[in-house]
């Protein structure tokens, strides 16, 4: 999901409170909003889901490009379990937003996650919590129409618990081919 919007008046402070069914990653002129991974973490999502809130002033400029990538994550992914058999909990990701925006004048904005966003393809082709992801290293990105709304009936929720952070990276020793 992109936009670019351009901002009349010198912003303040810019807040977004984010969340997804599936996992969603932020960036506001392609600058992540945040190092952690796996958002919105693990619920039960036909009764609740997470949002998290990121102070995002210091990447505001008088134009700014909002991006949202969304994949499957928790919600779309097949679950595992003795009862489980593999079904979908959700099939279709979802991804919803508030922007803050508050001006140096004292007026204040929020712009939501709608049907005015466009929606383009990107290089992960599929991307979920058990199966891992498929990245398309020479992908050319497709344009895919406006953002469609889609009403789900859940609880949206404060963060609860720890973040998902990445501890450390550890490069291949080998490639074997067998």
Same mark, same amino acid.
């Given at each position: 999901?992109?936009?670019?919007?351009?901002?009349?008046?010198?912003?303040k402070?810019?807040k977004? #409170?984010? #969340?997804?069914?599936?996992?969603?990653?932020?960036?506001v002129?392609?600058?992540? &909003?945040?190092d @952690?991974?796996f958002?919105p973490g693990? #619920?039960?999502?036909?009764?609740?889901?997470?949002?998290?809130?990121?102070?995002?002033?210091?990447l505001?400029?008088?134009? #700014?490009?909002?991006?949202?990538?969304?994949a499957?994550?928790?919600?779309?992914?097949?679950h595992?379990?003795?009862?489980?058999h593999?079904?979908? &909990?959700?099939?279709?990701?979802?991804?919803?937003?508030e922007?803050?925006?508050?001006? &140096?004048?004292?007026?204040?904005?929020?712009?939501k996650?709608?049907?005015?966003?466009?929606?383009?393809?990107?290089?992960?082709?599929?991307?979920?919590?058990?199966?891992?992801e498929t990245?398309?290293?020479?992908y050319?990105?497709e344009?895919?129409?406006?953002? &469609?709304?889609?009403?789900?009936?859940?609880?949206?929720?404060p963060?609860?618990?720890?973040?998902?952070?990445?501890?450390?990276?550890?490069?291949?020793?080998?490639?074997?081919? @067998?």
């Open positions: 999901f992109i936009k670019e919007i351009a901002f009349k008046k010198e912003v402070s810019a977004i #409170t984010v #969340t997804a069914i599936g996992f969603y990653y932020c960036l002129n392609d600058k992540a &909003v945040t @952690t991974l958002n693990w #619920t039960a999502y036909e009764k609740r889901v997470q949002t998290q809130c990121y102070n995002i002033t210091n505001i400029n008088q134009k #700014t490009k909002f991006e949202f990538q969304l499957a994550g928790w919600g779309g992914s097949r595992l379990g003795w009862m489980s593999g079904q979908l &909990v959700y099939t279709d990701p979802c991804l919803y937003f922007i803050e925006i508050e001006y &140096v004048d004292g007026q204040k904005e929020v712009i996650s709608d049907e005015s966003w466009d929606v383009f393809t990107n290089e992960y082709e599929f991307a979920e919590i058990y199966d891992g990245v398309n290293a020479l050319e990105r344009f895919l129409g406006k953002a &469609v709304i889609h009403e789900y009936k859940t609880k949206l929720i963060q609860e618990g720890p973040y998902v952070v990445r501890g450390e990276r550890i490069p291949a020793k080998e490639l074997i081919i @067998t």
